[in-house]
């Protein structure tokens, strides 16, 4: 069996003057050690559910369980969580708090009460594995979207979560700061970290992810392998979440080519190009 | 975004690399002499600044001036109330003026006195708006928290200060794309149709100025907000024999100068 790093139990939810419920009797874990990804559309509770995550909102009915223990929800405890789930918001303007870049790293590792020289040394190589330390110095409002998004991550990733929420990390990015960030949270994966993303995006939930969740309306429809989830073609669709291009792309060429290639279907346009020519020169 | 270009120059001026404590201690012993020197120890101090700002911080000149004209404005407001007395014309004492109409029964007129006193009041001025400038164009805000800081002041004060400071320009952001939106769809029509989107504008900023908040507020309790707002910088300052040499040296002239003009 699996086991869960975090699991949530029978969520419900419904914010204060809100019209009905979010989460709905939500139960979905997250697996530990891998790459996940949360397909939903807009409005589903995906941002809900990651504040439940790190203990931020309460829930009104379920459990949160991490590592099988439930979480609680006294001061200390949550001080704590909040170390050990780092969560990035889709706003960064959301959580940068300080007036630099150097400074809003520096806030996670202050609340700590660690010593100002090891949160310098902290704070130096978080800046040089992101690649911002000639921006150390450089007020938060003189950067770009694309920047802050960065600084929101390295903030979050400089406290050394075991697990990283990321709210629909790729919105308004463009393709090349888009390939960056995966990248990153590539680099961050193999490190350590199990990550999660929440995202609309079939293509690139399919092409980076290991482990698929699908929720729509406050409840999760799916969870499993990225192929298992192509094979229910008809949930994906009922969804409005469509297939992603590559594997509408598999679908169009010749059934034949398909089966001598073999019948899974290709995560990335990589693969597709690697096989079709293997494919090509047994021909 | 005349917010946004002020706090611009003040990580870029050439004098960044400067301790903060001692420009703030410059501009605070130079502050104190301008309020309780005469008016050749407050001209001397306008000159200082000027340099202090545009030659040794590279501050350009235009902005500088755009900086007095500005916040010189306020004190023009103010000088009919300053300047300007009235009596019945009958009634009226004699005293020396400068000018004077006669308004019905009413004469109105400007005492030699009062000019005396705008005069004093303008170098005063000057000079405290210099030390100001200085303070403006040299100090990031970021680094003039660190030394209320170390100052000890209250913590409160200072985290309500940051995040002041970032909401400016959160606003400013929200309230400048509110503005361009307004104008694409064709909005700002006439008198009325500006005054109109301006106050939609208003209420706007004001919702979601609140919706920032709370979603903030999130986002600390996301990084483990503790009891308050600490952060630390990485930049390091290193002093300079040179500047310190000239301040000290300067500030020992205009005690001088105030002693020998008959303080």
Redesign the interface.
Known sequence: MTSWLLEFVDLHYAYPGGRGPVLKGLSLGIPEGKKCALLGRNGCGKSTLFLHGNGIIQPQQGQVLWRGTPLSYKRAALQEMTQKVGLVFQDPEHQLIAGTVAEDISYGLCNRNLPADVIREKVRAVLDAFGMTELADVPIHHLSLGQKRRLALAGVMVLAPELLLLDEPTAYLDRYQTKNLLRELDAIHQNGTTVLMATHDMDIAFEWAEWLCVMDEGRLIFAGEPQEALARKEMLESLHLGLPLIAELWEALPPEWRREAGERIPCSLEELKTRLAVHAAAR | MIG?QL??LS?QNRLRFLPPEHKLLLAGVLIVLALTGHEWLQMAICVWMGVWVTVYARIPVRIFCGFFILSLSFFVLGLPALLLEAARADAATVVQTVAAWKVGPYLVYIPASAVDKVWVLFWRTMASLACFAFVLFTV???EI?QVLRKLKLPAIVTDLL??M??FI??LL?ISHQLWIAQRARGGHRGFRGMLRDASGLAAQLFVRAMR?YD??S?????????ES???????THSRSRRYEAESIAGCLLLILLEWWTGG
């Open positions: 946004q706090d611009s990580y990031p805000f970021a928290l940051m995040i400071y970032r320009f959160v952001g920032k979603a903030l999130k986002g600390m309790a996301a990084r483990g907000f503790g707002l600490q952060v630390l910088s990485l930049h």
